[in-house]
Nanobody, 116 residues
Framework: QVQLVESGGGLVQPGGSLRLSCAAS????????MSWYRQAPGKERELVAS????????NYLDSVKGRFTISRDNAKRTIDLHMSGLKPDDTAVYYC?????????WGQGTQVTVSS
């Protein structure tokens, strides 16, 4: 079955950096686009970044453009989200996601807290 496991969250000061990773299994990883979402307390889950199956196309939420970079390694079946210039507004639970056979799957999420 499809499994997504995120890691790399934590507490970071404003202006700092973090790298999130997501390990995927249970599907043909290189055939699917992958995404990172986030959900802050009291807010709806929002799409942060997505990457096509071979990594040739990426898309970003306007507020993270120039600060976040999504990447993937099809051999390792992982995607990363490199985050820099972090702001308190980036505080949220970050989720890895894939749409497989018309069903959207989520990981368990990893908490990112940006605070001094």
């Amino acid at each position: 079955q499809v499994q997504l496991v995120e890691s790399g969250g934590g507490l970071v000061q404003p202006g700092g950096s973090l790298r999130l990773s997501c390990a995927a299994s249970g599907f043909t990883f290189s055939s699917y686009a992958m995404s990172w979402y986030r959900q802050a307390p009291g807010k709806e889950r929002e799409l942060v970044a997505s990457i096509s199956n071979f990594g040739l196309r990426t898309n970003y939420l306007d507020s993270v453009k120039g600060r976040f970079t999504i990447s993937r390694d099809n051999a390792k079946r992982t995607i990363d989200l490199h985050m820099s210039g972090l702001k308190p507004d980036d505080t949220a639970v970050y989720y890895c996601s894939v749409v497989h056979l018309e069903r959207k799957y989520w990981g368990q999420g990893t908490q990112v807290t940006v605070s001094s």
